[in-house]
């Protein structure tokens, strides 16, 4: 949604840590995979990096970013999280530190987090509706 605005290299440190979210839980849902996907065609992506860096090393990257895309990164993680509608403990630690790390504050944290929420809640709705 916002991640073409992005610099190549905040690009790629974001889609760094969308894929390590992805597999905090040891699980990649059909969902997430679907979402991963859309990120690489919005940010014109094409995945010839490397995906094994630390996540600190992508969090200095993100770090340089000023506050509304920091925000706008921490969203599209947590809508990532809760794409297959199983917000797992590992995920919502890593975002937790995630967001303390590149200082987005509990209150911003809690705010996008019930926006990813109803958003996937209200695709998930919508795909059944058109579905019927």
């Given at each position: 949604?916002?991640?073409?605005e992005l ?44 995906l094994d ?16 895309d920091k ?62």
């Amino acid at each position: 949604m916002f991640l073409h605005e992005l610099s190549n290299d905040a690009k790629q440190s974001f889609y760094k840590l969308a894929y390590t979210v992805m597999n905090s839980d040891n699980k990649a849902t059909k969902e997430e995979l679907k979402i991963l996907k859309l990120y690489e065609k919005e940010m014109a992506l094409t995945i010839d990096f490397d995906l094994d860096n630390t996540i600190e090393e992508e969090l200095k990257v993100i770090n340089t970013l000023e506050s509304s895309d920091k925000k706008k990164i921490y969203f599209e993680l947590m809508t990532l999280a809760y794409s297959d509608h199983d917000y797992a403990k590992e995920e919502k630690d890593l975002l937790t530190m995630i967001g303390n790390h590149i200082n987005v504050g509990p209150g911003d944290q809690e705010t996008l987090r019930q926006c990813a929420e109803n958003l996937t809640k209200t695709y998930k709705t919508l795909s059944v509706t058109f579905n019927k």
